[in-house]
Each structure stands twice: as structure tokens, then as C-alpha cells.
Nanobody, 118 residues
Framework: QVQLVESGGGLVQLGRSLRLSCTAS????????MGWYRQAPGNERELIAS???????KYADSVKGRFSISRDNAKNTVYLQMNNLKPEDTAVYYC????????????WGQGTQVTVSS
């Protein structure tokens, strides 16, 4: 049973925007903090944005001011609006329920590839 499905990635030029979506099963999404992670080649997966059930948000310094996370609790969906994209944003992006240590709790989905060209 697929529990996390990410979409919306693609190839874009420097400075452009993308909006990612992630639909989760209710058992993962409901009343939990959800986050977006990314993993670039050769790097560990990192948490870049998170949102609580009532909308409180946190961002990694690398994306603060450029990315915005939001959620639709009725649709079990979390979004990541990415503006002013840079080549260093190139990575596979994943969503997950965020654990107390910042790690994802559920089994990972397939992710969505974001590639930013210069």
C-alpha cells in the first residue's frame, strides 16, 4: 500500500519556480507534523521545511525566504512552493511525517526529481 506520493518536480532554469505536492495516507498525515526533505547525489537526506497540524512552519536556512510549505488537511496533502530556484536546489524531494529527531517516520515514497539548470 503506497502511503506517500510526491509529484510536481521537473527541469527548470535558474530563478524559476516549482510547486511540489505530496499526498499521504490519513494515518501518516492526520494531526502530525509533515515535512519536505531532499537528497542530492552524494549527500544525506535533509529536512528543509516542516509544518504542524495548525500551520506552524520551520525552514532550513538554505531555503528560508524562497520556499513555502503549506498543507490541506481535508486532502491529506502537503505542498512546497519553491521560488527563485538555484542549481544547488537540485535533488530528489520527499515528504514524510517528521519525528522528534527530525527524521522521517513512515516508509519513504519514490520522491520527485527537481533539477535546476544554470
Amino acid at each position: 500500500q503506497v502511503q506517500l506520493v510526491e509529484s510536481g518536480g521537473g527541469l527548470v532554469q535558474l530563478g524559476r519556480s516549482l510547486r511540489l505536492s505530496c499526498t499521504a495516507s490519513g494515518s501518516i498525515f492526520s494531526y502530525n507534523t509533515m515535512g519536505w526533505y531532499r537528497q542530492a547525489p552524494g549527500n544525506e537526506r535533509e529536512l528543509i521545511a516542516s509544518i504542524g497540524h495548525f500551520g506552524g512552519t520551520k525552514y532550513a536556512d538554505s531555503v528560508k525566504g524562497r520556499f513555502s510549505i503549506s498543507r490541506d488537511n481535508a486532502k491529506n496533502t502537503v505542498y512546497l512552493q519553491m521560488n527563485n530556484l538555484k542549481p544547488e536546489d537540485t535533488a530528489v524531494y520527499y515528504c514524510n511525517r517528521v519525528g522528534p529527531d527530525g527524521r522521517g517516520i513512515a516508509d519513504w515514497g519514490q520522491g520527485t526529481q527537481v533539477t535546476v539548470s544554470s
